[in-house]
C-alpha cells in the first residue's frame, strides 16, 4: 500500500511538473526576484538538476511527448534569463 501512495504522490508532482510553463514560471520568479548572484544561479543549477532528475522519472522517451519534456530544460533557464533582464530594466 506504500508504494501505492509513494506512486500517486510521485505521478501527481510529475503531472504538475509535465507542462513546460511551470517551468518556465519558476525560472522567471528566481530571475525577477534575485536577479543574478550567487544564490540564484545556485538554485538554477539545482533545477536543472532537478530537470535531469525529472527526465529520468519518466523513463525512455515517447514520440507524442518527447518534444514538450526537453523543452521544459531550455524554457527554464531562458525565463531566468527573462526575469533577471526584466529585474535590471525595472531597476534603472
Known amino acids: 500500500m506504500l ?3 509513494q506512486e500517486s504522490r510521485v505521478g501527481a508532482v510529475l503531472k504538475k511538473l509535465d507542462s513546460w510553463i511551470t517551468w518556465g514560471v519558476i525560472g522567471f520568479i528566481i530571475g ?3 536577479g543574478v548572484n550567487d ?3 545556485w538554485l538554477l543549477a539545482i533545477g536543472l ?3 535531469i532528475v525529472y527526465l529520468s522519472l519518466h523513463g525512455p522517451a515517447k514520440r507524442e511527448t518527447e ?3 526537453f523543452a521544459a530544460g531550455g524554457v527554464f533557464m531562458m525565463a531566468w534569463m527573462a526575469g533577471f533582464i526584466l529585474k535590471g530594466l525595472l531597476s534603472l
Do not use: K, T
Open 67 to 69: 518534444g514538450s519534456l
Open 49 to 51: 538538476g532537478l530537470f
Open 32 to 34: 525577477l526576484a534575485l
Open 39 to 41: 544564490l540564484s544561479v
Open 3 to 5: 508504494a501505492r501512495i
